[in-house]
Nanobody, 121 residues
Framework: QVQLVESGGGLVQPGGSLKLSCAASGIVFSPYAMGWYRQAPGKQRELVASITSSSSTTYADSVKGRFTIFRDNAKKTTYLQMNSLKPEDTAVYYC???????????????WGQGTQVTVSS
């Protein structure tokens, strides 16, 4: 059974920091691309950051320079370090694991349950 378990969310003041973790089980972790998404109330889920199996990273423009995604394959864990947090970063943050073996034929896509991040004074 595949599980992605997020942790590290909470309430933080503007300008503060949080570090999210996503621990995977039930998969061979290293080949998977990992991503962090977020969904604010009334808005669509959006990609925040992603990291490939070779550790190439991409970021949404809104978080560039403030957030860092990284992974520890030995621990089967992906992290999102969030600095200089803003109220508009408030959302539920979801972890995603994706692997394409044969496009359109053999693909894997898993989601965590989400962790709430609230940035407020």
């Amino acid at each position: 059974q595949v599980q992605l378990v997020e942790s590290g969310g909470g309430l933080v003041q503007p300008g503060g920091s949080l570090k999210l973790s996503c621990a995977a089980s039930g998969i061979v972790f290293s080949p998977y691309a990992m991503g962090w998404y977020r969904q604010a109330p009334g808005k669509q889920r959006e990609l925040v950051a992603s990291i490939t199996s070779s550790s190439s990273t991409t970021y949404a423009d809104s978080v560039k320079g403030r957030f860092t995604i990284f992974r520890d394959n030995a621990k089967k864990t992906t992290y999102l370090q969030m600095n200089s947090l803003k109220p508009e970063d408030t959302a539920v943050y979801y972890c995603n694991a994706a692997l394409v073996v044969v496009p359109g034929v053999k693909e894997y896509d898993y989601w965590g349950q989400g962790t709430q991040v609230t940035v407020s004074s």
